[in-house]
């Protein structure tokens, strides 16, 4: 059916908080204005992408808003800006985070998507980016608002937590977004942040990322999300949305309401949504006290900022969602069950010859595989377990993270790594970090010993420092075959990501060993006796990425997710692709649909293919259910894999291959 003639329409929110009497008018100006300047674009002919972009734009530069010129401060008083922006055609995205110094964050985080391979670019890799893009700068201390500082003073003075600091502030403020549908059915979102009063640096919420702060989809429609960002980062809000849209039948206005009770309910998380269908259907909720917002469609305006404004937000809503069992809470295992774990060495590995140590790769998934099975046997975490697992991975050079991390453009190491359990569907993650030789590590502590789940760059390595977390020098990680794949790169003019998906250096002299020798993320999964499940993902990332690069590992719902009541999964492979069809989340939902572990992923793997064909299906994943059945699947030509149940372990690299062994201690 041909989307020609469909209504355009616009929403915006300026942020879902307790929005106090004194910012009451201005709240509710700042969105009509946007709004206004948005449709504008639509009703002149423009692109949703374009209108989405003007109305962020124009809330940047409204310091009554947390975002631009409005930004809220670090514990350190400083501005660490966060933005997205993506399209509903091709799934193109654009993010930036912990930028400093950019006075639109959301133009900056348009060209990551239109000028870059990648979808996410953070910390001083992203300044630089900037740079060299021309971006408008301001000086950092003309983004130090009177309000912001007062802000800051009063959260010293009362020494609340972060999370406490959202839950209860009356005089602080939120993320800004706009979602929108042009007249040829595209639809595109966009959201941007200066994050929350107090936040460490390096602290990125839910804004920036894939699924979480935002998300679109022609096919679906366009999210975008405010609120407590870790909350809304555990339960991928804004891809919630659009899945109950797509497979539930629901309009917009029940897809928000219902993903938002869901978040309440399961993470005693507080937020807002909007949402706007590919027909032009206009969704607006929020759990919070106030939420300032405005639509446009057939030039007739509604807004609104208090519960009932506008007919949205009227009453407390429950969750009623029976087909999909991911969406409650989960139930106490009833009887004990064999404990299992699984573990992959990257969906690149098939492709390396014996000469690169193809049984490098066989021998290092299985020795990581024991060493998880073991914290099982005797009575450990599920999350102890697979951090053990993928600990093994990261000292074996043979594999991409830790010791063995691929290189950025400058020759320099980044890692990212992700951990997340079910129970509770509490994570930690950490990125670009440099000077660890366990990332996975790092990522536990954000998760136990901070209130944020993803800390990146200088954060997360001042993080490091500060829980006294082992360094190592930054030289140590740079290995010889790193160094050689880097300058076999050079060698050749593809992009990184047509790099990584045609596996091929276009060099005047190659040879099949030296070319298909990239390599690609660790991880694993695991479920324990009492039905407990936990994933964690570790990488270098991709040879000659840009500096800042964050692909989907440590990207919740991206490079992995877990929930007692489905199961958990760890992915690899292009990540930028990965990110984009949210593919952990994905095959976790399917899991909870009662589809086996083995079909769910491949279900996912096969959608990730046909809705993001440019990817060239450059991709794998292991999940576990919390029925204790596994599944291991990839697009690739391989993937190294093990995974022991029942004292039995099996393990492969080809499509199709299982060799089997008893257990050993």
């Known amino acids: 059916m041909s989307a020609v003639g469909i209504t355009p329409a616009i929403v915006v929110h300026g942020g879902a908080w307790a929005i106090p009497d004194s910012q009451y008018n201005a709240s509710i100006a700042g969105v009509k204005s946007a709004a206004q300047r948005g449709y504008q674009v639509l009703i002149d002919g423009g692109s949703a992408v374009d209108a989405v972009e003007m109305t962020v734009v124009n809330m940047e530069d409204d310091p009554v808003f947390?975002?631009?010129?409005?930004?809220?401060?670090?514990?350190?008083?400083?501005?660490?800006?966060?933005?997205?922006?993506?399209?509903?055609?091709?799934?193109?995205?654009?993010?930036?985070?912990c930028v400093t110094g950019v006075r639109n964050p959301i133009k900056l985080a348009r060209l990551v998507m239109e000028k870059t391979p990648h979808i996410l670019l953070t910390g001083s890799g992203a300044n630089a980016f900037a740079d060299?893009?021309?971006?408008?700068?301001?000086?950092?201390?003309?983004?130090?608002?009177?309000?912001?500082?007062?802000?800051?003073?009063?959260?010293?003075?009362?020494?609340?937590?972060?999370?406490?600091?959202?839950?209860?502030?009356?005089?602080?403020?939120?993320?800004?977004?706009?979602?929108?549908?042009?007249?040829?059915?595209?639809?595109?979102?966009?959201?941007?942040?200066?994050?929350?009063?107090?936040?460490?640096?390096?602290?990125?919420?839910?804004?920036?990322?894939?699924?979480?702060?935002?998300?679109?989809?022609?096919?679906?429609?366009?999210?975008?999300?405010?609120?407590?960002?870790?909350?809304?980062?555990?339960?991928?809000?804004?891809?919630?949305?659009?899945?109950?849209?797509?497979?539930?039948?629901?309009?917009?206005?029940?897809?928000?309401?219902?993903?938002?009770?869901?978040?309440?309910?399961?993470?005693?998380?507080?937020?807002?949504?909007?949402?706007v269908n590919n027909q032009g259907d206009i969704g607006v909720h929020f759990t919070t006290l106030r939420m300032a917002w405005a639509s446009i469609r057939n030039g007739d305006m509604k807004y609104g900022i208090n519960p009932g404004?506008?007919?949205?937000?009227?009453?407390?809503?429950?969750?009623?969602?029976?087909?999909?069992?991911?969406?409650?809470?989960?139930?106490?295992?009833?009887?004990?069950?064999?404990?299992?774990?699984?573990v992959h060495g990257g969906a690149g590995s098939g492709n390396v010859t014996e000469q690169f140590n193809q049984g490098g790769y066989k021998h290092g998934c299985c020795q990581a595989a024991r060493a998880g099975y073991r914290v099982l046997q005797d009575a450990?975490?599920?999350?102890?377990?697979?951090?053990?697992?993928?600990?093994?991975?990261?000292?074996?050079?043979?594999?991409?993270?830790?010791?063995?991390?691929?290189?950025?453009?400058?020759?320099?190491?980044?890692?990212?790594?992700?951990?997340?359990?079910?129970?509770?569907?509490?994570?930690?993650?950490?990125?670009?970090?440099?000077?660890?030789?366990h990332p996975i590590q790092l990522a536990k502590y954000v998760m136990e010993k901070?209130?944020?789940?993803?800390?990146?760059?200088?954060?997360?390595?001042?993080?490091?420092?500060?829980?006294?977390?082992?360094?190592?020098?930054?030289?140590?990680?740079?290995?010889?075959?790193?160094?050689?794949?880097?300058?076999?790169?050079?060698?050749?003019?593809?992009?990184?990501?047509?790099?990584?998906?045609?596996?091929?250096?276009?060099?005047?002299?190659?040879?099949?060993?030296?070319?298909s020798s990239e390599h690609d993320t660790v991880g694993a999964v695991a479920v324990d006796s009492d039905g407990n499940v936990a994933c964690a993902t570790s990488t270098g990332g991709i040879t000659a990425k840009m500096c800042g690069r964050v692909g989907d590992s440590?990207?919740?719902?991206?490079?992995?997710?877990?929930?007692?009541?489905?199961?958990?999964?760890?992915?690899?492979g292009h990540g930028e692709v990965i990110a984009k069809a949210s593919l952990a989340i994905h095959v976790a939902h399917l899991m909870g649909e009662d589809h086996s572990a083995q079909s769910a992923l491949e279900m996912g793997l096969e959608f990730m293919a046909s809705k993001i064909p440019q990817g060239g299906g450059a991709g794998g994943a292991i999940c576990v259910s919390n029925r204790g059945d596994y599944g291991v699947h990839t697009l690739t030509d391989g993937m190294a894999w093990a995974a022991i149940k029942n004292n039995e372990l099996h393990h492969g690299l080809y499509p199709g291959e299982n060799n089997s062994e008893l257990f050993e201690l």
């Open 66 to 97: 947390d975002a631009g010129a409005g930004s809220v401060l670090t514990i350190g008083a400083t501005v660490e800006m966060d933005a997205m922006i993506m399209e509903g055609t091709a799934l193109e995205a654009g993010g930036v985070a």
């Open 132 to 275: 060299s893009m021309g971006v408008e700068k301001i000086s950092p201390d003309q983004l130090v608002t009177e309000h912001a500082t007062r802000d800051l003073g009063t959260y010293k003075t009362f020494s609340r937590t972060v999370d406490t600091e959202f839950r209860s502030r009356q005089d602080t403020h939120d993320t800004v977004g706009s979602v929108a549908v042009d007249r040829l059915g595209n639809v595109a979102c966009a959201t941007s942040t200066g994050g929350i009063t107090a936040k460490r640096p390096g602290r990125v919420g839910d804004s920036p990322i894939i699924g979480c702060g935002a998300y679109c989809d022609n096919a679906v429609g366009a999210v975008s999300s405010t609120g407590h960002g870790e909350s809304i980062t555990r339960v991928c809000l804004a891809w919630l949305v659009t899945r109950l849209m797509k497979d539930n039948g629901f309009s917009a206005q029940e897809a928000a309401e219902q993903a938002l009770a869901y978040m309440s309910e399961r993470v005693n998380g507080n937020g807002g949504v909007i949402v």
């Open 309 to 342: 404004d506008g007919g949205y937000a009227t009453s407390k809503v429950s969750v009623q969602i029976p087909r999909l069992k991911i969406l409650s809470k989960p139930n106490k295992q009833k009887s004990k069950m064999a404990p299992v774990i699984v």
């Open 380 to 437: 450990g975490s599920v999350v102890d377990a697979v951090v053990a697992a993928v600990k093994v991975m990261e000292d074996d050079s043979t594999f991409n993270a830790g010791y063995g991390s691929k290189l950025t453009e400058r020759g320099t190491v980044e890692m990212d790594a992700l951990v997340m359990e079910g129970s509770k569907l509490q994570a930690g993650a950490v990125a670009s970090v440099s000077s660890v030789s």
């Open 450 to 515: 901070s209130d944020h789940t993803l800390l990146v760059d200088n954060g997360a390595n001042e993080f490091a420092k500060e829980v006294g977390f082992p360094q190592v020098s930054a030289s140590d990680l740079v290995t010889t075959h790193a160094q050689e794949i880097l300058e076999h790169y050079k060698l050749f003019t593809v992009s990184v990501s047509d790099g990584y998906k045609t596996r091929q250096c276009k060099r005047v002299k190659s040879s099949p060993g030296d070319s």
């Open 554 to 572: 440590p990207l919740i719902g991206c490079g992995g997710y877990a929930d007692n009541c489905c199961g958990a999964v760890s992915t690899t």
